[in-house]
């Protein structure tokens, strides 16, 4: 299919799947004519992009998992996994973040707040 009607099939626009297509996510192939023509399984493969992204993982996330579970017997147990390790990686930053409030906190009202709090 060509790349406008993939572009409403999946509901984005044509620069994102160019943008996909430069940096792997998607790959088509050009027609003689140059226009791009992308297999129909594309579709969904966007959807599940979009998807992804909602839930927080980036693009270099979802390109470097993105093969493993296409390639998965067990799609759902592999997308569990994914989503406690990701899970994970948000505790962490959440814990990093808890710190840098409490550093910040500290230093409110103490006239400088880029001295040290020692």
Known sequence: MRIGELAAQADVTRDTIRFYEKVGLVTGRRLANGYRDFPPETVPWLLYVRTAQTLGFSLAEIARHGEELR???DTAQ?????????????????????????????????????????
């Not at 808890?98 to 020692?118: E, I, K, S, Y």
């Open 78 to 118: 592999a997308l569990s996994a994914l989503f406690t390790e990701k899970i994970q990686v948000i505790d962490a930053r959440m814990a990093e973040l808890g710190t840098l409030r409490a550093d910040l906190t500290a230093r409110v009202g103490t006239g400088c707040p880029l001295r040290t709090t020692r």
């Open 71 to 73: 390639e998965a017997p």
